[in-house]
């Protein structure tokens, strides 16, 4: 048994004992701590940014926020305690089926990717019931669970539910299902749902945006023909892995989620991308 194996047994041990005793659970063989430092810095700083705009125009009103796609809860976690320590007045929508979601096609595209990005994709599916279980106990143990709710359907029906009660959403995360479609109907749903007053607009951000479309050459020994057309030809696969010119990196390739790419790519928003992956429209 390799390190890293029995590592994941001794998490796997921790984690049910902890949840048992309904305390926070981290079970890192299922990927939990894929949050880095750096993303944390970005994500908080976007957040802060829309508390301070929205202290200054809806003293009054509830503080929105969504977050499309939650998994573990970590990102909720970040933004809920931060949210909780900066206002008093505010609601917290958190947004994920917990469903299967690799069909024939997905499993068919998924063999393009590398053999570790497939694994994981197979295993986050697999054991995706037991991760609601732990998603709603770390919920529980969190500062602001008595202002959150979960909306446990598809970012489409989810959309059309807050759209049908009038809720205008101060702040939207946006990290969900990564295929070309759905970053693209998450997007625009979402973004039509943002408060848009004299002085003051919604944001709306997420993660997963690897490579710039208008940066592709820093990277890639192709031309923008032939990166359109990988572009277009993975719009159903999650996340690819691309050789990059020599020398610009040690293992000298690139992965990224080409459906996001390919959709900031088409949209006439202005979006600031961080090395981190991070991502927001800039209002």
Known sequence: MTIKKISHFFNFIKT?????????????????????????????????????????????????????????GESLKLFGNEINKQLKNFIIISIDPYSSFINKKDDKENKMSSQDQTKTTYKMDKNISKIYNYFLNNVSNYSFNDKHFHLKMTSDNAFEFLKKMNIKIDFCYIDGLHYYQNIKKDYLNYSSILKTESQYTGMICG?????????????????????????????????????TKSGVNKKNKIGFHPGLTLFFSEIKDNIQRFDSGFWKKIN
């Open 16 to 72: 049910n004992y902890n949840y048992l005793l309904h305390r926070e659970v981290q079970p890192k063989y299922l990927f939990y701590g894929q949050l880095q430092k750096k993303r944390e810095r970005d994500m908080l700083e976007t957040l802060n940014i829309q508390i301070s705009k929205f202290k200054n125009f809806n003293v009054n009103e509830k503080f929105i926020f969504v977050e499309v796609g939650s998994y573990l």
């Open 207 to 243: 993660d997963d945006y690897e490579l710039e479309f208008n940066k592709f050459n820093d990277y890639l020994d192709i031309t923008e023909n032939e990166f359109i057309k990988i572009l277009n030809d993975n719009k159903s696969t999650d996340y690819i892995f691309l050789k």
